[in-house]
């Protein structure tokens, strides 16, 4: 499909950027979360920088939730927004959407 016929995105980062991928993996690493690279994960190019990352349902967990991998949360680095919103310098922000698969109980059966 198209997303298997795109270039990898790591494949145009920049040599800053690149830096900063690989202090980020080290960090991810040095944690001991396990993780895997998406190359089709990209952010919002107006205010995303540098980390895009999104959070997968694994192992046992991910065969009571659904058969196909679906993200639990999404997020990214944003810390040009400072200077778009007139602030004299960058500061570092980060956000995280969590999403929601509660499954409701019919009544009766707490």
Do not use: W
Not at 35 to 50: R, T
Not at 85 to 106: D, H
Request: charged share 25%; proline share 5%; with cysteine.
């Amino acid at each position: 499909g198209l997303r298997q016929a795109a270039p990898s995105s790591l494949a145009f980062l920049t040599s800053i950027s690149r830096s900063h991928f690989k202090e980020v993996l080290e960090f991810v690493e040095g944690l001991g979360i396990e993780f895997g690279l998406e190359p089709s994960l990209v952010g919002e190019k107006n205010h995303a920088s540098h980390t895009v990352f999104g959070i997968r349902a694994s192992g046992e967990e991910r065969e009571l939730s659904s058969p196909e991998p679906t993200y639990l949360a999404v997020g990214y680095r944003y810390s040009r927004l400072g200077k778009r919103m007139g602030l004299r310098k960058e500061v570092p922000m980060a956000s995280c959407t969590i999403f929601s698969q509660e499954k409701t109980r019919p009544r009766g059966e707490d």
